[in-house]
């Protein structure tokens, strides 16, 4: 079983391709319970994004709650992939003290490059359209290297983690869980469509459709499946977004010969 948190759909397409190529099925992670998770004989894969150099806070606090029992036949392990905009920080170290403290064997952890798409910090915008291409062909490739790794019970840490991980992990991943995660700073502008696919793309079911307009609950995770599911752009996070771009991944996994 592989499990994977998507927003844009960078995510899931990894999870989706690793799944077909391991012979595997792949489940948004919360469609299935930590006391429910199945474990092949390659264990159990999680994917998910790397947010601000660290681990989503909903992704640590499953993997916490998975029962250790559930991994006692054989010891089977569990294996992430992160996928990133460009580097990952210190963020496998999160997997790694997260495992730790809840007895759960940990395989490895790799790293996919894909599309940058996070938005809501200063700085931070969607790639160029030629420097999104050019990492969407390569991470075929990559993901392959992957799986085969996993086939062979590879172990460590493959990932790219970047220049003064460290100090960005530690210093800008706590800025984005105080000031990117604020759910009352969502909000609709007067181009909203009232189409609710904003409310349709939400992985946790955060958005509801009131009055024909979205309204954002307080279980935001900033996955920003919203803000670039919006075919109008109308979906804004306070004014930080009013002059960013947008982006979600299509791709459908296919066969990597």
């Known amino acids: 079983m592989i499990l994977y948190f998507s927003g844009t759909g960078n995510s899931r397409y990894v999870a989706e391709l690793l799944a077909q190529q391991l012979k595997e099925k792949a489940f948004p992670i919360f469609d299935i319970s930590p006391a429910n998770v199945e474990w092949s004989d390659m264990g159990l894969g999680i ?3 790397v947010y601000s150099w660290g681990i989503p806070p909903l992704v640590l606090n499953y993997i916490s709650s998975i029962p250790v029992q559930a991994n006692s036949t054989h010891q089977r392990p569990i294996w992430v992939v992160l ?6 920080g210190m963020a496998p170290e999160m997997i790694v003290d997260a ?7 940990l395989q490895g952890i790799w790293s996919v490059i894909m599309p940058n798409n996070y938005v809501l910090l200063p700085g ?3 790639d160029p359209t030629d420097v999104e291409q050019q990492k969407l062909s390569q991470a075929p490739t990559r993901i392959r290297t992957i799986a085969q790794a996993v086939i062979k019970g590879e172990e460590g840490i493959d990932v790219t983690r970047g220049s003064w991980a460290w100090i960005k992990t530690k210093l800008v991943y706590p800025l984005f869980k105080r000031w990117g995660m604020i ?15 904003c409310a349709k793309a939400c992985p946790i079911g955060n958005i509801e459709m009131r009055g024909n307009h979205p309204r954002w ?13 919006c075919p109008v752009h109308a979906v804004s996070y306070g004014n930080m977004t009013s002059s960013k771009g947008q982006y979600e991944c299509r791709l459908k996994a296919v066969n990597v010969k």
């Open 124 to 126: 931070f915008d969607v």
């Open 217 to 229: 609950h307080d279980k935001c995770v900033s996955c920003l499946a919203c803000y670039h599911s």
């Open 99 to 105: 495992c730790a403290k809840t007895g759960l064997k």
């Open 183 to 197: 759910p009352r700073k969502w909000k609709w502008t007067k181009e909203c469509l009232q189409c609710g696919k």
């Open 47 to 49: 994917v998910c994004p």
């Open 83 to 88: 996928t990133c905009g460009d580097e990952t």
